[in-house]
């Protein structure tokens, strides 16, 4: 979960029409992360119910959480989980404002990387820049390298998809009980999930560009390269990268953790299986919870471990995320804000950005604050010569994206064998609804707040008293 761009709704009020007789009284929702909390947050808004948030963790936030590290009197604050989200992402930019957080550009540190450039690829196999960008003369060598049409092809793309999901926020009627449905309306959304990116950009753009620009951003967001990744996750990534990324200051968690309102929360307690009598009981490791005519789940199935809730969804991505503060090695010591390694290249990372220069300015030699992503664990001594601290967090950070239509054989034949099935379904019983199957289509924070209130629409406008 990375770059995140796209936005939600001012409110669902306007969305659902209902009344006291046909409202659930008691409602749970499993999960307490951007899906769980808006979830909680529209039906507070819309219906007066019993609502219970169940969540195994501490806190809220679910996959969006944030740390802290004291550094020469100094205290920074960086993201383990979802990172940033965009202006034109209304929900999190209206809930900061709403609920008087402060805002800053990520990385939000609390620290600075003023006079490093913008981001550069960097070959580990032969040591060398492949390119880098930061000042006038380097953008002008990307100029000569990229030319300009190819640039403009993916963006008319992008833009395409990026018009047909922002539906969602005008067709305030909308109601659909499949994320198929979803997308019978959204044909561009649609044939993007059908090809990989380097498939569906065969022919339209270079190579260089292809392996460069688009696989850069997909490596960053999604850990996926586009011979690989389909091409709506392609879309994703580009339309994130042109836009100012802000978190909040102490972590972007507190967004969630405001929308939890007047909800009753369980922390540090895990649902291990939800059971139908007459009404919804919920097992937890700290007993059970009964009475509720109404379950929404708001975490991935295929990691929550539910028992009775066996729902085909893509595997989930490993993340090794690693937080260093050190020296840099001589390979990295002119290193921009942003490293990405080539496309199929996994070692010693898939990306790097410095978070913060420890020092008053960001020169060779200083220690510097970095974050890693990668597929395994990152050996320190490939990127430092001195290392005074570090940490690794290891997230199940969100579904493969691969295409929907089949299982592709290779890079070099692009044919494609099994049909793959349908999109993981919404209602999974009389009552009891799933939202995270949009993250089959892509995963942001905000996405799973637009499926959150769509879900919630649909729950009550099928809801029946058990």
């Not at 809930?95 to 939000?108: D, Q, V, Y």
């Not at 990691?303 to 390979?331: E, M, P, R, W």
Request: contains cysteine; charged residues 20%.
């Amino acid at each position: 979960m990375r770059l995140f761009w796209l936005a939600l709704l001012h409110t669902a009020a306007a969305a659902v029409t209902v009344t006291v007789a046909n409202t659930p009284q008691r409602v749970a929702i499993v999960g307490a992360g951007p899906a769980g909390a808006s979830a909680a947050y529209y039906l507070d808004g819309l219906i007066d119910a019993d609502i219970h948030v169940f969540d195994r963790g501490p806190r809220a936030g679910g996959r969006t959480q944030s740390e802290t590290v004291s550094y020469n009197n100094q205290t920074l604050h960086f993201e383990t989980g979802a990172s940033m989200f965009i202006s034109v992402n209304r929900n999190l930019m209206d809930a900061a404002h709403r609920f008087n957080l402060t805002l800053c550009e990520h990385p939000c540190t609390g620290g600075h990387t003023t006079g490093l450039g913008q981001y550069g690829i960097w070959d580990p196999v032969a040591r060398k820049w492949v390119v880098r960008m930061g000042g006038w003369l380097d953008k002008a060598r990307m100029l000569w390298r990229y030319g300009l049409s190819d640039l403009r092809t993916v963006r008319r793309h992008t833009q395409t998809a990026v018009d047909e999901f922002m539906q969602s926020y005008t067709r305030f009627d909308e109601v659909f009980a499949t994320w198929d449905e979803y997308l019978e309306t959204r044909p561009a959304m649609k044939e993007a999930l059908y090809y990989r990116a380097a498939e569906y950009y065969q022919g339209k753009i270079s190579q260089r560009f292809l392996r460069e620009v688009v696989s850069l951003a997909t490596r960053v967001n999604y850990m996926q390269d586009v011979s690989t990744v389909n091409t709506l996750g392609a879309h994703i990534s580009m339309a994130a990268e042109s836009h100012t990324g802000y978190s909040i200051r102490g972590g972007n968690w507190q967004i969630f953790a405001r929308m939890l309102g007047n909800a009753t929360v369980h922390f540090n307690t895990t649902v291990t299986g939800i059971q139908r009598h007459q009404k919804y009981r919920i097992a937890t490791n700290r007993g059970s919870f009964d009475d509720f005519d109404m379950v929404i789940v708001a975490a991935p199935l295929p990691v929550a471990n539910i028992a009775g809730l066996d729902v085909h969804s893509a595997q989930f991505v490993k993340v090794y995320v690693t937080f260093a503060i050190g020296t840099l090695n001589s390979a990295f010591e002119d290193a921009p804000r942003l490293v990405v390694t080539p496309y199929h290249t996994t070692r010693p990372f898939n990306c790097m950005s410095v978070l913060a220069c420890l020092s008053t300015q960001c020169a060779k030699g200083a220690p510097v604050l970095v974050k890693m992503f990668s597929h395994q664990p990152v050996e320190l001594s490939e990127v430092f010569d001195h290392v005074e601290w570090h940490r690794e967090v290891v997230w199940d950070a969100y579904p493969a994206l691969e295409p929907r239509n089949s299982r592709y054989a290779g890079e070099e034949d692009g044919r494609y064998r099994a049909p793959r099935p349908g999109t993981v379904p919404i209602v999974l019983d009389t009552n009891l609804f799933y939202v995270n199957g949009m993250e089959s289509l892509f995963s942001t924070m905000e996405s799973q707040s637009v499926a959150a209130r769509h879900v919630v629409h649909l729950a009550l406008s099928q809801y029946k008293p058990l």
